[in-house]
């Protein structure tokens, strides 16, 4: 084509692909093209917005490091990342949520019931639920991936002075399907901000937080992973999370509880309760692979 205009370039751009590609990337870069290039048309962008826009990528690719994505970060506060999760959740099951950039590989494996406050401060919650299939049957050996902040707002690999298996604990189901564990309450805390991200979002007039939140991962033979998160129904941030993770069946109550109503067995922390705590209940549904 020699005579590309604003109103053809399109088509044109479609009419280069080879006889072989491949259907779905035909698909996906058809869809591509047209939104961009009708981005570009609709806003009638100039240069300097344009090379502003390939500026915020060009910042995104030089303070990247296999421990922090910025991309990722990028994908999520324009509420890409929770719109794919969407898509991609199943009817039948408990919503996904982003996984975030914090999940550490291998995770210590721990008992049922296990403590994970180690010396953190904070107040402590006692989680349980049930891992269950879509017809209410409680799943045996699933595992639960859990990881949160400490008391500060940081993950263990965002923090130095934090062991880096510092609330991460790997769980695994019986034969009725439950799992508990205590540790104490997440608190709000701020994506990072001192990146190109931070600058889109402080030029936007948005702030950067997110709610408190346990973050899962649920797996087990014969079903579909579950990458999800549980928020408190008292939270601040909880109708404006700067990643757009909270669903509904998410939100939970933590309830307050005297000591005295604490398990006498099946925690670490059994028999040693002396003040109150709050207990959150939230059962997980999995659905079939
Ligand atoms: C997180 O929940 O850990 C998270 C999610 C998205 C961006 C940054 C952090
Ligand atoms: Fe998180």
């Given at each position: 084509?020699?005579?590309?205009t604003k109103?053809?370039?399109?088509?044109?751009?479609?009419?280069?692909?080879?006889?072989?590609?491949?259907?779905?990337?035909?698909?996906i870069?058809?869809?591509l093209?047209?939104?961009?290039?009708?981005?570009?048309?609709?806003?009638?962008?100039?240069?300097?917005?344009?090379?502003?826009?390939?500026?915020?990528?060009r910042?995104?690719?030089?303070?990247t490091?296999?421990?922090?994505?910025?991309?990722?970060?990028?994908?999520?506060?324009?509420?890409?990342?929770?719109?794919?999760?969407?898509?991609?959740?199943?009817?039948d099951?408990?919503?996904s949520?982003?996984l975030?950039?914090?999940?550490?590989?291998?995770?210590?494996?721990?008992?049922?019931?296990?403590?994970?406050?180690?010396?953190?401060?904070?107040?402590?919650?006692?989680?349980?639920g049930?891992?269950?299939?879509?017809?209410?049957?409680?799943?045996s050996?699933?595992?639960?991936?859990?990881?949160?902040?400490?008391?500060?707002?940081?993950?263990?690999?965002?923090?130095?002075?934090?062991?880096?298996?510092?609330?991460h604990?790997?769980?695994?189901?019986?034969?009725?399907?439950?799992y508990?564990?205590t540790?104490?309450?997440?608190?709000?805390?701020?994506?990072?901000?001192?990146?190109?991200?931070?600058?889109?979002?402080?030029s936007t007039?948005?702030h950067p937080?997110?709610?408190?939140?346990?973050?899962?991962?649920?797996?087990?033979?014969?079903?579909?992973?579950?990458?999800?998160?549980?928020?408190?129904?008292?939270?601040p941030?909880l109708?404006?999370?700067t990643?757009?993770?909270?669903?509904?069946?998410?939100?939970?109550?933590?309830?307050?509880?005297?000591?005295?109503?604490?398990?006498?067995?099946?925690?670490?922390?059994?028999?040693?309760?002396?003040?109150?705590?709050y207990?959150?209940?939230?059962?997980?549904?999995?659905?079939?692979?």
């Open positions: 084509m020699r005579d590309v109103d053809n370039i399109t088509d044109t751009f479609l009419g280069y692909f080879g006889e072989q590609t491949d259907p779905r990337l035909r698909e870069m058809e869809s093209a047209r939104h961009l290039h009708d981005f570009a048309r609709e806003t009638q962008l100039t240069h300097a917005e344009w090379n502003k826009g390939l500026d915020i990528l910042q995104a690719g030089n303070i490091t296999p421990e922090r994505d910025e991309f990722v970060l990028l994908s999520d506060v324009l509420g890409l990342s929770s719109l794919v999760d969407m898509i991609n959740s199943s009817d099951g408990t919503n949520s982003v975030g950039p914090f999940h550490v590989s291998n995770p210590p494996v721990r008992d049922m019931g296990a403590d994970l406050r180690a010396d953190n401060e904070g107040e402590l919650i006692l989680v349980r049930r891992i269950l299939d879509s017809d209410g049957n409680p799943i050996g699933a595992t639960i991936d859990i990881w949160q902040t400490a008391a500060n707002g940081l993950y263990s690999s965002q923090d130095p002075e934090q062991d880096i298996y510092n609330f604990a790997l769980f695994t189901t019986g034969a009725d399907g439950e508990q564990f540790t104490v309450r997440p608190v709000s805390y701020t994506v990072p901000t001192d990146g190109p991200v931070g600058e889109l979002l402080e007039g948005r937080w997110r709610p408190s939140h346990l973050h899962y991962i649920v797996k087990a033979d014969g079903y579909r992973d579950l990458v999800t998160e549980v928020f408190p129904d008292d939270d941030y109708d404006q999370d990643v757009f993770g909270v669903r509904d069946d998410l939100v939970m109550t933590y309830v307050k509880q005297p000591a005295s109503n604490f398990p006498e067995s099946g925690c670490e922390l059994s028999g040693k309760v002396d003040k109150d705590y207990l959150v209940d939230f059962d997980v549904v999995l659905s079939k692979a």
